[in-house]
Structures are given as structure tokens and as C-alpha cells.
């Protein structure tokens, strides 16, 4: 892999992988879900607030709490657009049309699941890279 970048095939693979993991209530990694978002674990910790003690990272439950939302949200993102990586650009990249700034990345970084959860079900929303 080049540049820091997943192959396509493969980030739908982990994606169905972490949502296997999530249903079976296994503890998910913060790195894993990094790969999924081209992000780095440590972005991941400090979205989820409140986490100081770096080794008890993956049980912390704010931090599974977010993790899970992600991984639900990115999983109906995919179902929704057909495409990981259209799911993915959409959850770090997609405005609400009222011109509120924020990401669905940092709704769930302020604990509003049902709002990134509204603004990708929003009638018409057909988002595409631009």
C-alpha cells in the first residue's frame, strides 16, 4: 500500500469486519477503525474526550462508545451510497445544507449520533466527491 492509502476491496473488508466485531460486542481498536477513516488512532482517542490513561485506551468506555457510533454510522453510509470510500469521504467531508459547519465526524465527536444519522438520510442526499 502506498501513501498511507486502503485499497478499496480491503477497506470494505474491514468495515464488515469491525461492524462482525461490534455485534458480537468485542472490544474495538482504535487503530483498526484509523485505517477504515485514513485517520490516526490517536485523532480517534481524542475525538471520543476524556480519556487519559494511554494503556486502558481500548476498554475506556467513551472511547467504544465512539468508536461503535462510528463504525454503525460508516456502515449505513456504505449501504446508503454503495461505495466505502464515498461513505468514508461523506463522513469526514459532508456540510449539512443549512450551512451549519459541521461534519458527520464531529457530530459524533459531540456525541449527536441521530443528527450525522439525519443529515445522511436527508431526502435528496446523494453526496459525491467532488
Do not use: C
Amino acid at each position: 500500500m502506498r501513501e498511507g492509502k486502503t485499497p478499496l476491496a480491503l477497506k470494505a473488508r474491514l468495515l464488515a469486519d469491525l461492524v462482525r466485531a461490534m455485534e458480537a460486542g468485542h472490544v474495538l481498536q482504535a487503530s483498526t477503525v484509523a485505517v477504515l477513516l485514513g485517520r490516526t488512532a490517536h485523532e480517534l482517542v481524542n475525538q471520543s474526550a476524556g480519556i487519559t490513561n494511554m494503556q486502558d485506551r481500548s476498554v475506556d468506555e467513551r472511547l467504544q462508545s465512539h468508536l461503535r457510533n462510528v463504525v454503525a454510522v460508516l456502515s449505513v453510509a456504505d449501504s446508503h451510497f454503495g461505495d466505502i470510500l464515498q461513505a468514508v469521504h461523506w463522513y469526514l467531508a459532508d456540510r449539512p445544507a443549512d450551512g451549519a459547519q459541521e461534519t458527520p465526524e464531529a457530530m459524533l465527536a459531540a456525541g449527536r449520533l441521530e443528527d450525522a444519522y439525519r443529515l445522511l438520510l436527508r431526502p435528496g442526499n446523494s453526496f459525491s466527491q467532488t
